[in-house]
């Protein structure tokens, strides 16, 4: 039976922040599990992973749909670590959850309609074993869905008790400013705004997402912070064979550059004069932005969760 750390909450002066004007504080570090949790990897070390995080304060969980691989098998696995684990402990934790991306054959499975959203969450709540989730998001901007058919679906699904909070992820701006103004109408606050955010994609403080949401009282969480890897030490000579740009779909070799080779050696050079690492600088960089509540990282082992920790005292 696990039983989590007596000092798991000894940081919480530093180690949580406000999301916008709700209720709601998040750690600025917070676990994603778009990587190594689904049913191709390893039952143990997904539980391994996820004590480590609880026991040092972490106690957002971020999942999506068709996180895996397999489609859906993160949130199976976050089923058996509620079972197993954390349903003692289900109050203490912020659970989220997104639909948006392709989950399903058929014209039902993808996008942002009411119908998808809708089972899509039904489906997601069975894989996890819940009641509820915390958050749940609409996981990216349809631009053939009517918004206020996926807004008032995000609206019913607050109702309904089946998530407390709703979120977007990867909208545009103006789509952003209506999806605030028509939750709002409805008693239904956006709560958090969840985009990529690093030293490489400034793409949300370029375009004035960040300054929207900061304005206005929406959190926002920063996803592929240290841009899958590529802002550490891990790449910069060469890429290591047992490395995810050697291996994941979602990295490829072309990114990597001479230029971007050089940039990155001239940041980690400047990183080691403060005495920190390139990894350091550049979670560090995100959660000085105006606005920013917290950063998604991913791990595959717990000496990274315990290098990303080190951030929490900015």
């Known amino acids: 039976m696990y039983t989590p750390s007596e000092s798991r909450y000894v940081n919480s002066a530093t180690m ?96 942002g309609s009411r119908k998808y959203l809708m089972a899509s969450l039904d489906q997601s709540l069975r894989r996890m074993h819940l009641d509820y989730v915390d958050l749940f998001y609409s996981h990216r901007y349809d631009p053939d869905t009517p918004l206020e058919e996926t807004l008032q679906a995000l609206v019913d699904i607050v109702h309904s008790g089946k998530a407390l909070y709703v979120g977007i992820s990867r909208w545009p701006l103006e789509a952003l400013k209506t999806a605030y103004r028509y939750l709002l109408d409805r008693d239904v606050p956006l709560l958090i705004y969840q985009g990529r955010l690093n030293m490489l994609d400034r793409a949300p403080l370029e375009e004035g997402i960040l300054d929207f949401c900061h304005a206005h009282g929406v959190g926002f969480i920063s996803f592929s912070p ?35 080779k050089d940039q990155l050696k001239a940041w980690n050079n400047e990183a080691k004069g403060r005495g920190e690492t390139l990894a350091d600088m550049a979670l560090r960089w995100i959660l000085e932005q105006q606005g920013v509540t917290s950063v998604l990282v991913g791990a595959s082992k717990t000496s990274q969760i315990e290098d990303d920790l080190k951030v929490i005292n900015i």
């Open 16 to 111: 949580y922040r406000r999301c916008g004007r709700s209720g709601v504080l998040l750690p600025k570090v917070s676990l994603g599990f778009w990587h190594n949790f689904g049913s191709v990897d390893p039952y143990e070390r997904s539980r391994e992973l996820t004590h480590y995080a609880f026991d040092h304060g972490i106690v957002h969980f971020d999942l999506a749909n068709n996180y895996g691989p397999v489609y859906g098998s993160a949130e199976e696995t976050m089923g058996r670590l509620i079972d197993d684990d954390f349903r003692p402990y289900r109050d203490e934790l912020f659970i989220s959850t997104k639909a948006g991306y392709d989950m399903w054959p058929g014209p039902y499975g993808n996008w």
């Open 226 to 260: 240290l841009a899958q890897g590529l802002l550490t030490d891990r790449y910069l000579n060469g890429i290591p064979e047992d490395s995810r740009m050697a291996h994941s779909r979602f990295l490829h070799s072309d990114v990597l550059t001479p230029q971007l």
